[in-house]
């Protein structure tokens, strides 16, 4: 019995202490993302009225890359209170079946409009400004699309480009990126 108690402390110790939750639907949850009807425009007027970034986070079961990304990146005190304070954030399943309504109206299962919107790599970020001109499907729509598990580094970077308006500017994310992960470096 000692040895049980041994081994059972030893295996909670040994798990991350960072561990997200899964969903019933296998996805990583967080208390930041939100629960919504998947509308796009009301989703973004939602946003709009909280004074936050729209974010569409794609995830799939199983997916090893969006496991490292919430348990390595994502929870990072920067990360987390970006999420948390400045986006809205809703997350779509590469091969749901729930319904999505686009932006200029069409509604498709989640794995349809993931093929609509030409998502084919989990984690995908998609990230949209405070406007969306009528009639655009969200992949036109979008003001930048980040396919892949990025670290550190370039998600707050990116996360932070995004808060400022950099898309709207005339220094694309990786001169932006280059020029402020040089300046972290050098202690500035």
Known sequence: ???LIMFATAFMLALPASATQMGDDGLHKTPWMRETFKDMAE?????NSEGRKLLIIWEQRGCIYCTKLHEDVLPRPEIDAMLSDEYFVVQLNLFGDVEVTDFDGEVLSERDM???WGIIFTPTFMFFGAEVEQGLSAK???VATMPGAFGFHTTKNLLRWILDDGYLGDE???KYHARVFAAEQKGG
Do not use: C, G, H
């Open 1 to 3: 019995m000692r040895f």
């Open 43 to 47: 989703d973004l007027a939602e946003a």
């Open 114 to 116: 993931a093929m609509k």
């Open 140 to 142: 036109d729509a979008a």
């Open 172 to 174: 694309n994310f990786q």
